[in-house]
């Protein structure tokens, strides 16, 4: 469709001490492959046609359209996974100093999150020492950053205004991906469903996942109580809390019946009942 695809590594790619070959029913581990054999495997899709590379990361530069550059951020290097070095820092630094000189907007992505989305996904889910780069993005008036890793739908914004959109995974029911509309002073953003036979089975697939942890960590409760968990578990998880309705009794009971549910339920709740899958957003340079 002509439609350009581009990459970077997630926590996984890389490294990975799961990496295997299949065949038939089964499987042999095989080797990770490294940064160099990533890049190379995936050379049509974003690498080759980079206006710049990090020569510290898997990191890169690409022109989307005229006057409109994107930053992928790679952060997960074997020295240091997870966390922005001082190199590619160094790096980042440049090209956005060279975007402004161009008169060039930029887009950034990354695979972790910039922002804290819920308090109980930072350690690991947030890019370490990432606090130094948001200051930068700001400084340099990125639009916006572009990230998952926790594969929930939500949408942040820093103290100073910068947001980040977090698209849910796909292959997570509801199966969603995020569309930006980029104007030069608007970012217009909303999600939409993939259309596809076994939707209906995947939805029913996160219930029972989610009604099945219920159980687990609740197993004196009743099954209206794990209704109420499933039910909030799918909102939020699609990034519509404002479909769900509060019920004050069962949420009390489902806290004080066991830790972990008490920590999500209020880390969920303290977000607020927002719609996270479409947002307008006002952007100055």
């Not at 990191?59 to 359209?65: A, G, I, T």
Request: negative net charge; contains cysteine; aromatic residues 10%.
């Amino acid at each position: 469709a002509g439609i350009p695809v581009l990459v970077i590594p997630g926590n996984h790619d890389l490294i990975s001490t799961m990496a295997a070959s299949f065949q038939g029913r089964s499987y042999t581990l095989v080797e990770s492959v490294d940064a160099g054999q990533f890049a190379e495997i995936y050379g049509d899709f974003g690498y080759r046609e980079a206006l710049a590379r990090d020569k510290a990361s898997l990191s890169y530069v690409y022109e989307l359209s005229p006057g409109l550059r994107i930053l992928m951020l790679d952060v997960n290097t074997k020295e240091a996974p997870g966390t922005l070095t001082d190199d590619t820092f160094r790096w980042v630094r440049q090209q956005l100093k060279a975007a402004r000189q161009a008169g060039d907007l930029v887009l950034a992505a990354s695979h972790q999150t910039l922002l804290t989305h819920n308090r109980l996904f930072s350690d690991g889910y947030v890019i370490g020492k990432g606090s130094r780069l948001l200051e930068l993005y700001e400084e340099y008036g990125v639009l916006c950053n572009l990230s998952g890793h926790i594969h929930i739908q939500h949408i942040a914004q820093s103290q100073k205004g910068l947001t980040e959109f977090v698209t849910s995974s796909l292959i997570t029911s509801p199966c969603q991906y995020g569309i930006l509309k980029v104007d030069p002073n608007e970012l217009d953003y909303h999600t939409e469903r993939i259309s596809f036979s076994h939707a209906a089975e995947a939805e029913q697939f996160f219930r029972d996942t989610a009604w099945r942890m219920a159980s687990q960590l609740l197993p004196d409760a009743d099954d209206e109580l794990y209704s109420h968990f499933t039910n909030l578990s799918v909102a939020y998880f699609s990034g519509r809390l404002d479909t769900h309705l509060k019920d004050e009794a069962l949420f009390k009971d489902s806290c004080a019946r066991d830790p972990f549910i008490g920590f999500y339920l209020q880390s969920i709740l303290e977000d607020g009942f927002q719609d996270h899958t479409q947002r307008k957003v006002t952007v100055g340079h």
